[in-house]
Nanobody, 119 residues
Framework: QLQLVESGGGLVQPGGSLRLSCAASGFTLDNYAIGWFRQAPGKEPEGVSCISTRGGSTGYADSVKGRFTISRDNAKNTVYLQMNSLKPEDTAVYYC????????????WGQGTQVTVSS
């Protein structure tokens, strides 16, 4: 079973930064692309970013491009999402997900971590 645990969310002021972590349990991340998506109350899930199996390729939603950076440390079995210049519209529950390849369907995802951007 592909289990993921997200952490690092919290309350931050506009313009601030957070780093989210996604740790794998029971399997190694090496063979999978990992994505982040978010869901705000009353809205559909939105894909945020994805990183290929070895980190050679990344992708971002237009809404976060230039502000968010995805990275992975396969030795630590963890993927990160560095979020800078946060805006109130970034407020959502953030989930990491497992994919066979970026753009492929979500095979599994974690319980999510809440990010709230507010003054």
């Amino acid at each position: 079973q592909l289990q993921l645990v997200e952490s690092g969310g919290g309350l931050v002021q506009p313009g601030g930064s957070l780093r989210l972590s996604c740790a794998a349990s029971g399997f190694t991340l090496d063979n999978y692309a990992i994505g982040w998506f978010r869901q705000a109350p009353g809205k559909e899930p939105e894909g945020v970013s994805c990183i290929s199996t070895r980190g050679g390729s990344t992708g971002y939603a237009d809404s976060v491009k230039g502000r968010f950076t995805i990275s992975r440390d396969n030795a630590k079995n963890t993927v990160y999402l560095q979020m800078n210049s946060l805006k109130p519209e970034d407020t959502a529950v953030y989930y990491c997900s497992v994919h066979r390849w970026c753009g492929g369907r979500r095979e599994s995802w974690g319980q999510g971590t809440q990010v709230t951007v507010s003054s």
